[in-house]
């Protein structure tokens, strides 16, 4: 950052001698003057210098992003799945709870919620800097362990299988990405995707042709700026860009938005009605956003 800048100083420098009358040569450093204010400017990291892409203001510093969903009506959650048949398995005789809309019956927080940074203009260098993870999706009791999920293009995708019973495991993330159609043995079984190509603007459905009750929603996107919202509906996104505006895409799978966008409510926050909204961080600092969903956004 520091030799783009003093190249650019340079630069500015030399052109200023060529359209001058007389040249470069300069009798005293009395002559000499420099306007920091311009000197500061052309520090100001761009995305294209800062780890981000495209152009314009991509601020300064780093702040956190965190709150929590809670859903204005009952809780639920402790329903069994429609459309569950344990006579498809003799290996799936324990009934499988409904995922689709997780209310807890005391925060009433809303899990499974995702949210994510639509175009990140930078990122931090812990995210640069950090070695490949590998992110696993497991199985069992005939159901995926985890409902929803979120990776990066860094990580590499394994698909586990820990259950008595055989799985086939299949998902097309489109978006440049590979599909896959894995048949899964039992209690030991890995299936490794490894990395995606590209990161997608929302989740794709993994399923399993054997077991046709079973469904996750997983993303994937080129920085760490998700997450999804537990038991209790909180979420944390730390490092995010600080000092420019930042558009979060929220997504809940039964979301009545345009392709599943989780319509709200907050304090200091107006959410678009395809689940959109714009903070700016405070560098250094902490934004907290509770969030209230109503019935109708997901289609009660």
């Excluded at 003093?6 to 200023?16: K, R």
């Excluded at 359209?19 to 002559?31: L, P, V």
């Excluded at 998902?171 to 030991?188: F, Q, R, S, W």
């Amino acid at each position: 950052m520091c030799k783009f800048a003093s190249s650019l100083i340079v630069a500015a420098l030399a052109a200023g001698c060529l359209m001058s009358a007389g040249g470069c040569h300069r009798k005293s450093d009395a002559e000499v003057s420099v306007n920091y204010s311009d000197v500061d400017i052309l520090r100001k990291p761009t995305a294209a210098t800062a780890g981000g892409a495209g152009g314009g203001d991509v601020g300064s510093g780093w702040g956190t992003l965190k709150g929590r969903f809670t859903f204005n009506g009952p809780a639920k959650g402790n329903d069994l799945l429609q459309g569950f048949d344990p006579n498809k398995d003799a290996l799936c005789k324990i009934p499988v709870k409904d995922d689709t809309l997780v209310v807890d019956g005391s925060t009433k927080g809303l899990a499974n919620v995702l949210l994510f940074v639509r175009k990140a203009p930078r990122v931090h260098e812990d995210f640069v800097n950090a070695p490949a993870k590998e992110v696993t999706f497991d199985q069992k009791e005939c159901r995926f362990l985890s409902h929803v999920f979120a990776s990066s293009t860094k990580d590499k995708f394994v698909i586990l299988n820990s259950d008595a019973a055989a799985h086939n495991s299949n998902g097309d993330p489109k978006g440049g990405n590979a599909p896959y159609n894995a048949l899964i043995p039992a209690v030991t079984g890995r299936f490794e995707y490894g990395t995606f190509k590209k990161g997608i603007l929302a989740p794709y459905e993994i399923t399993c042709s054997i077991h046709p009750w079973m469904k996750a929603y997983h993303i994937v996107r080129e920085d760490p700026y998700f997450a999804v919202t537990g038991t209790d509906g909180s979420f944390t996104i730390a490092n995010l860009p600080a000092g420019v505006d930042l558009e979060f895409q929220v997504w809940h799978e039964k979301g009545t938005a345009d392709k599943g966008g989780l319509v709200a409510k907050a304090d200091g926050v107006t959410w678009s009605n395809t689940g959109r909204f714009k903070l700016k961080i405070p560098e250094n600092g902490e934004v907290v956003v509770n969030a209230v969903v109503e019935p109708a956004a997901v289609g009660l």
